[in-house]
Each structure stands twice: as structure tokens, then as C-alpha cells.
């Protein structure tokens, strides 16, 4: 039983490691990654809000 789930669990890992990078993005000529600003919010030690705007991409 111990062989069996050994064996599945290197399985599944060989199988996600292949998929990995076939799911990296495709850049070429032309390419525009779509954008978006992301607002985080937090406190500094006085209380103060402070409201930081990050730019994500993908």
C-alpha cells in the first residue's frame, strides 16, 4: 500500500512539473499584457490610512 501511494505521489509530480511550463505566457510581437491598478489599504502606527496603488499585470 506504502509503494502505491509513493508511486502516485512521484506520478503527480512528474505530471505538474511537464504542465508547468507549457502554461507560461506567450510574448510576441504586438503583445499587450492586460493591466490593472490593484488598491491596497493599510495603517501606518498612528492610525493613519494609507492607500498604495499597484500596477498588476498577467
Do not use: E, W
Not at 6 to 28: C, H, K, M, R, V
Not at 49 to 55: F, G, H, Q, T
Request: with cysteine; proline share 3%.
Amino acid at each position: 500500500m506504502r509503494n502505491l501511494i509513493l508511486a502516485a505521489a512521484i506520478a503527480f509530480t512528474a505530471a505538474t512539473s511537464f504542465a508547468a511550463p507549457s502554461q507560461a505566457g506567450y510574448y510576441s510581437y504586438g503583445y499587450q499584457p492586460a493591466c490593472f491598478i490593484k488598491k491596497i489599504k493599510s495603517y501606518d502606527y498612528y492610525g493613519n490610512l494609507i492607500i498604495k496603488r499597484v500596477r498588476v499585470c498577467h
